[in-house]
């Protein structure tokens, strides 16, 4: 056998083990995917952000802490990030608006780290700046 031929067939086998090394490592890439979904609960930011994208869902959740039981939800955003070049930005669990065009942002936190009624007070700001257009009047932020 002649050196190109050497050349070749080992291109060959390294083509072929590098094809069974990616199936085992998208075989191992599945299971960790279906482990960390199976983590998941109704307070996991990644699962609260897909299930309240859905309206029903989302009226849902906000009838209840709202108490308001005729609320209707017209639209929603999930991690809907409001940014201001020289201000923190405030990436936004759930954003919705109802129908009386009333804002309400849905926040999900696990972890004590986090200065919540500072963070609460900073992102009513932020989403208060964005709807107010200018020119109008302050009474006119939705509420």
């Known amino acids: 056998m002649g050196t190109d031929e050497n050349i070749t067939k080992d291109k060959a086998t390294a083509n072929r ?4 090394s990616q199936e085992i490592s998208f075989i191992s890439m599945k ?4 482990e960390k979904a199976r983590s ?5 930011n990644v699962f ?3 299930a309240l994208n859905d309206i029903p869902a989302c009226q849902h959740v906000i009838r209840v802490i709202t108490g308001i039981p005729d609320l ?3 639209e929603i955003r999930s991690q809907y990030r409001i940014s201001k070049i020289t201000a923190h930005d405030a990436i936004l669990d759930i954003l919705a608006e109802d129908s009386r065009g009333r804002l309400v942002n849905l926040e999900i ?9 500072r963070r609460t007070r900073y ?3 932020m989403i208060d700046s964005e709807s107010l257009q200018k020119g109008k009047d302050y ?3 939705l509420r």
């Open 17 to 20: 083990n590098a094809a069974e």
């Open 31 to 34: 299971d960790q995917l279906v």
């Open 40 to 44: 998941f609960n109704l307070l996991s």
């Open 48 to 50: 609260m952000s897909v």
């Open 72 to 74: 209707v939800v017209k």
């Open 109 to 117: 936190q696990r972890k004590d780290t986090i200065d919540h009624a």
């Open 123 to 125: 992102y009513a700001a």
């Open 139 to 141: 009474h006119q932020i």
